[in-house]
């Protein structure tokens, strides 16, 4: 009779909230996994997104936010699911409680670091479109490609060169010249 595996024990909100300060972590099912610190190319291309992304919401006088890693959101909490993607849009005010949000936000942005591109490209994908993101992109510095996934209606994912225009789909009229973006990176 084969021995009786160890069950993992399952993090829980109250243990990742009591993490010591600087740990960075992402809740799988339950199961932590640590953080590696972001690239100087992968923090300077967050800073553009994220500065355009600012941008166009203010000067559309918009409801929405948007948030830099690390900024904590709560996609489920039985098993525990918490990431924390490179960039975040939310619209729905409701999903904010002044330390993260609870819920799916509406965009996200993750930036690719080198020897952990399967998280963003298989693992956060798949949690992203079950619970409810409307479009997340993959930023693929090393590839110099850009994937929009847009999960409302048809599903489209395509694949974009950095030479690209690259339309922001929850939104009518944002385009992201990814060309000038990079010509000063």
Same mark, same amino acid.
């Given at each position: 009779m084969p021995a009786l595996q160890p069950q993992p024990e399952f993090m829980?909100?109250?243990? &990742?909230?009591?993490?010591?300060?600087? =740990?960075?972590?992402?809740? +799988?099912?339950? #199961?932590?996994? !640590?953080m590696a610190s972001p690239s100087q190319i992968h923090q300077t291309i967050l800073t553009e997104l994220l500065v355009l992304l600012r941008d166009y919401i203010r000067k559309k006088g918009g409801k929405c936010s948007v948030f830099p890693a690390p900024f904590d959101t709560v996609l489920n909490d039985s098993p525990l699911l918490i990431v924390q993607p490179d960039i975040l849009v939310v619209c729905d005010k409701d999903k904010l409680d002044g330390k993260r949000c609870n819920g799916a936000p509406d965009f996200i942005i993750e930036i690719t670091s080198p020897g952990n591109s399967s998280d963003d490209y298989i693992r956060k994908? &798949? /949690? &992203?479109?079950? /619970?409810?993101?409307?479009? /997340?992109? #993959?930023? !693929?510095?090393?590839?110099? #490609? =850009?994937? =929009?996934? /847009? +999960?409302?209606g048809d599903l489209i994912n395509v694949t974009y060169s950095f030479a690209s225009t690259i339309k922001v789909n929850i939104y009518g009229d944002l385009? #992201? !010249?990814?060309a000038e973006l990079m010509s000063g990176i």
């Open positions: 829980t909100l109250a243990q &990742y909230e009591s993490l010591p300060e600087g =740990v960075r972590v992402e809740v +799988f099912d339950g #199961i932590p996994c !640590d994908l &798949y /949690y &992203y479109q079950k /619970y409810g993101v409307r479009e /997340y992109w #993959i930023v !693929d510095p090393e590839r110099r #490609i =850009v994937s =929009v996934n /847009y +999960f409302e385009l #992201i !010249d990814f």
